[in-house]
């Protein structure tokens, strides 16, 4: 008889193969329950200030009740969150679950045209903004189904001094902060003053029903809304609480949370993983300021911290990082992008751990699989399935391939998506038969169930963890009238592992690098602006007049 879950032979003891997603009705039971059980516990902290259970579940409770007699939100109407880590964030996404709304999380570095598509696509009625994006939702509101616009300050809820001497440094000091007019817009601090006197409404929150529209890419390149509900995070974060016991073990948990919690990662791995086990989120709201990341890590006796490849490379090579004590540092967890061997085994000279590696998507809430944390070498796989999650190889037909045979990676489990938001032929193109999830990720199995990524049969191109699509980029730039043709690729970087490379044939031969690359920044987020462009007489094409993306990457490598 074929074993189809090897992996479940090298569980630890103590790892269940199944979780049970039912057994925490919704996330907002999950929320709730922490803040009744964990109450005088710190559970999220910012540029030194920390707030208890207590205090989070007072103020989300205040935002609620706002929400729902101020804003009239209704069940499912959907929220729209753009902000870095700030302790407004947590309150925010806390109290519009428990108003029953569906939170859309928004990169707060989207030009205006991805913030309009955005806010139309998932027809948002609510956004809370911090007032550094202000100006470009200034752009596009008029346009906008949005309603009701919150604005917060990056020190609203720290508290005094700290609260006014910051938002004065950023507004007046280092002016990050643009001109901007939004009429009608209330402030943060007012919605949790004004909800003080007012009455939360019981809504009755199930699993089925939506948590979170989480925006993704796709085979089109056009952004659209992965339908994660509240039995889709419930298990995730059980499978992770389930999958690692040095979650349980550890009464006092402190986790850093520097990847940005509008990233399906620290969402779910960081805050309600976290919040789960009664632990104690440290916000980091600018981690590329790495000398500043690391005087904040030396304040703070960590046991977790999650991140990236690049994230982690960068601290290592920050002064002072090495001199940081590292004894209460249980696990480390790299996911968004391969970590490379070089930088575990740095990691570990420096830490005394490896960095445990773990995979997954959006579509997957995140995490679909992950090393085990204790490991004390690098493996170079993604680990193994979670409990309650199934790996299983496929070609082009969908047909299940032996062991050892590459194929796409497709996944099984609760934490699977429902489909994308309105997009029914785009969930057709990744949803298989039995539940199976195509994941776009070429691979193979060993016979112990590790997974090993070999190539990605998607042309994305991943920076630091952000996914960038090749025909976004592409759309933008050819609405230059400079420009004939264009291909976009992954080229391999050291520091964020990929970058965007433009292939352009002109049409205009006076068009320049610099001109591109200008335009670019005007309509697209940092991270998809191109950081090389090669311009060529003609690209490689198919027969059928198709560019050969995978010739040009080839290339590049």
């Known amino acids: 008889m074929i074993d189809t879950m090897p992996w479940l032979r090298d569980y630890p003891p103590g790892v269940p193969a199944t979780i049970d997603p039912d057994s925490v009705r919704s996330l907002k039971q999950l929320f709730e329950d922490a803040c009744r059980d964990y109450a005088a516990r710190p559970a999220f902290s910012n540029m030194g200030r920390a707030r208890s259970y207590a205090e989070i579940d007072e103020l989300s409770r205040r935002f609620a009740a706002w929400l729902q007699q101020q804003a009239g939100l209704k069940k499912g109407d959907r929220v729209a969150l753009m902000m870095p880590n700030l302790l407004q964030y947590p309150v925010a996404i806390i109290g519009t679950l428990r108003a029953g709304g569906t939170i859309v999380n928004t990169n707060p570095l989207y030009t205006a045209r991805e913030l309009e598509h955005q806010l139309k696509d998932s027809g948002a009625t609510v956004i809370v903004i911090f007032e550094n994006a202000c100006a470009t939702l200034q752009e596009v509101i008029a346009r906008m189904p949005?309603?009701?616009?919150?604005?917060?300050?990056?020190?609203?809820?720290?508290?005094?001094?700290?609260?006014?001497?910051?938002?004065?440094?950023?507004?007046?000091?280092?002016?990050?902060?643009?001109?901007?007019?939004?009429?009608?817009?209330?402030?943060?601090?007012?919605?949790?003053?004004?909800?003080?006197?007012l009455a939360l409404e019981p809504v009755d929150v199930s699993g089925d029903d939506i948590a979170f529209l989480q925006y993704t890419g796709g085979t089109t390149g056009v952004s659209k809304g992965a339908i994660l509900t509240h039995r889709n995070m419930v298990a995730n974060t059980l499978q992770v609480v389930a999958f690692m016991p040095e979650l349980r073990d550890i009464k006092d948990a402190v986790v850093i949370t520097a990847l940005p919690l509008y990233h399906i990662f620290a969402l779910t791995s960081n805050m309600l993983v976290f919040t789960r086990v009664g632990g104690h989120n440290v916000l980091i709201t600018n981690p590329r300021d790495m000398t500043g990341f690391v005087r904040e890590?030396?304040?703070?006796?960590?046991?977790?911290?999650?991140?990236?490849?690049?994230?982690?490379?960068?601290?290592?090579?920050?002064?002072?990082?090495?001199?940081?004590?590292?004894?209460?540092?249980?696990?480390?967890?790299?996911?968004?992008?391969?970590?490379?061997?070089?930088?575990?085994?740095?990691?570990?000279?420096?830490?005394?751990?490896?960095?445990?590696?773990?995979?997954?998507?959006?579509?997957?809430?995140?995490?679909?699989?992950?090393?085990?944390?204790?490991?004390?070498?690098?493996?170079?796989?993604?680990?193994?399935?979670l409990p309650s999650t199934e790996i299983s190889i496929r070609d082009d037909g969908g047909n299940a391939l032996p062991v050892g045979a590459s194929g796409e990676i497709c996944l099984r489990g609760p934490q699977v998506m429902r489909g994308y938001w309105n997009r029914p032929d785009e969930?057709?193109?990744?949803?298989?038969?039995?539940?199976?999830?195509?994941?776009?990720?070429?691979?193979?199995?060993?016979?112990?169930?590790?997974?090993?990524?070999?190539?990605?049969?998607?042309?994305?191109?991943?920076?630091?963890?952000?996914?960038?699509?090749?025909?976004?980029?592409?759309?933008?730039?050819?609405?230059?009238?400079?420009?004939?043709?264009?291909?976009a690729v992954a080229q391999p970087d050291e520091k964020s592992g990929e970058v965007v490379a433009l292939f352009i044939v002109r049409k205009d031969p006076a068009l320049t690098a610099g001109q591109i690359v200008e335009f670019c920044r005007h309509e697209l987020a940092g991270y998809k602006v191109p950081k090389a462009i090669y311009f060529r007489d003609e690209l490689p094409k198919t027969n059928v007049g198709k560019i050969l993306r995978r010739s040009l990457r080839d290339e590049l490598r």
Not at 160 to 167: H, K, Q
Not at 315 to 341: C, I, W, Y
């Open 297 to 385: 890590l030396a304040r703070i006796r960590f046991t977790f911290i999650t991140g990236v490849n690049t994230m982690f490379n960068g601290l290592l090579h920050t002064p002072g990082f090495e001199r940081l004590d590292f004894s209460s540092l249980k696990v480390a967890l790299g996911g968004g992008m391969a970590v490379q061997e070089a930088v575990s085994e740095r990691w570990r000279q420096v830490t005394g751990r490896h960095i445990c590696q773990g995979w997954g998507l959006t579509e997957t809430s995140p995490v679909g699989t992950s090393n085990l944390p204790g490991t004390t070498e690098f493996t170079g796989s993604i680990g193994y399935p």
């Open 427 to 487: 969930t057709a193109l990744v949803m298989l038969p039995g539940g199976w999830l195509r994941t776009g990720d070429i691979g193979r199995m060993d016979e112990r169930g590790r997974t090993f990524i070999e190539d990605r049969k998607k042309d994305m191109i991943l920076v630091s963890g952000f996914n960038v699509y090749p025909n976004e980029v592409e759309g933008v730039v050819a609405q230059m009238p400079g420009v004939l043709e264009a291909a």
């Open 146 to 197: 949005v309603r009701h616009v919150i604005v917060t300050g990056i020190g609203d809820l720290l508290g005094f001094p700290r609260r006014p001497i910051i938002n004065f440094v950023i507004r007046r000091v280092k002016k990050m902060v643009p001109s901007w007019r939004l009429p009608g817009s209330i402030s943060f601090r007012d919605v949790l003053a004004k909800g003080a006197s």
